[in-house]
T-cell receptor, first 115, second 115 residues
Framework: DGGITQSPKYLFRKEGQNVTLSCEQN?????MYWYRQDPGQGLRLIYY???????QKGDIAEGYSVSREKKESFPLTVTSAQKNPTAFYLC??????????????FGDGTRLSIL | AQKVTQAQTEISVVEKEDVTLDCVYE???????LFWYKQPPSGELVFLIR??????QNEISGRYSWNFQKSTSSFNFTITASQVVDSAVYFC????????????FGKGTRLSVIA
């Protein structure tokens, strides 16, 4: 089945450690996104990518990094510089066109917690 | 800048009641797109509807209906004869057509349908 796969479902990070969240899609979508969800905060955009080897910062990019070496993959690294990483992370993708008017398809999310 | 306000943080209804989720948006662009997503307890966001700013027709899909009113900058979502399976967090989102702008999400409304 076509869709977006995020792994792992649950992830624990020690203080000072970098961790990488995986996001893979087989929908042949050009654009991919990472969101962070905190209780009562809705979804906030971390990074997005419209095309391979290119990405842009979202509203809360500090402490995060991404890469887009392949169309189907958009991993997110939560670095030790992110002081409050505990959250639910959602990856999404959409068709290219204008970035704006295509519905985004979401993965099941990764819940990151600090040990 | 774009903004989406979902003033209702949480709503509880008894099964079979009708319920309306409010969404008010702000934008200076004349071409924009509005979306509703559903987030069930499993975590992934499910796309429900997209509406562009030039189409003010209301839409009905089964028990779901959407009322788009540009005069009040609102895009409200009504569930008729609610069911327990409708329990979820619902997000309204907005994007504009100028400059490949990503989605801006409201903070969501948590709907609980009690049997």
């Amino acid at each position: 089945d076509g869709g977006i796969t995020q792994s792992p479902k649950y992830l624990f990070r020690k203080e000072g450690q970098n961790v990488t969240l995986s996001c893979e899609q087989n929908l042949n979508h050009d654009a991919m996104y990472w969101y962070r969800q905190d209780p009562g905060q809705g979804l906030r955009l971390i990074y997005y990518s419209q095309i391979v080897n290119d990405f842009q910062k979202g509203d809360i990019a500090e402490g995060y990094s991404v890469s887009r070496e392949k169309k189907e993959s958009f991993p997110l690294t939560v670095t030790s510089a992110q002081k409050n990483p505990t959250a639910f992370y959602l990856c999404a993708s959409s068709l290219w066109g204008t970035l704006s008017n295509q519905p985004q398809h979401f993965g099941d999310g990764t819940r990151l917690s600090i040990l | 800048a774009q903004k989406v306000t979902q003033a209702q943080t949480e709503i509880s209804v008894v099964e079979k009641e009708d319920v309306t989720l409010d969404c008010v948006y702000e934008t200076r662009d004349t071409t924009y797109y509005l979306f509703w997503y559903k987030q069930p307890p499993s975590g992934e966001l499910v796309f429900l509807i997209r509406r562009n700013s030039f189409d003010e027709q209301n839409e009905i899909s089964g028990r779901y209906s959407w009322n788009f009113q540009k005069s009040t900058s609102s895009f409200n979502f009504t569930i008729t004869a609610s069911q327990v399976v409708d329990s979820a967090v619902y997000f309204c989102a907005l994007t504009v057509n100028s400059g490949n702008t990503p989605l801006v999400f409201g903070k969501g409304t948590r709907l609980s349908v009690i049997a």
